[in-house]
């Protein structure tokens, strides 16, 4: 898969995430699509470095204590796992937190008529 695989998309951008065993932060390009959000080394990849399912997950900012970062957002999955994001402005964070609250409750997740 490709970045320009992917039709639909509903935001695209650059972020930064928090590694998962090594906890700094690297710059990947982000793409959230009918319920997904894949991140890229950069905007040119040829394939996603890893893809997050947003279905039923918790989305919110998070403050800079919590993340080591101004303009985080947290995704926490099902799991218990937390994804760790920032953005480089406040706005930019508040209209990431409202583009993956809105793909997190996508009707057709669920399936077709809406049950599981």
Known sequence: MTLQDLPDVAKAGWLVKQ???VRGFK???????????????????TSPQGTVLLESVQVRAASK????RHHAIAIQTPAGRTYMLAATSAEECSMWVVALEAQSYLPGLAGEDGNS
């Open 19 to 21: 590694g998962g065993l």
């Open 27 to 45: 710059k990947r390009y982000f793409v959230l699509q009918q319920g997904l959000l894949y991140y890229f080394k950069s905007d040119q990849s």
């Open 65 to 68: 204590a919590e993340a080591g």
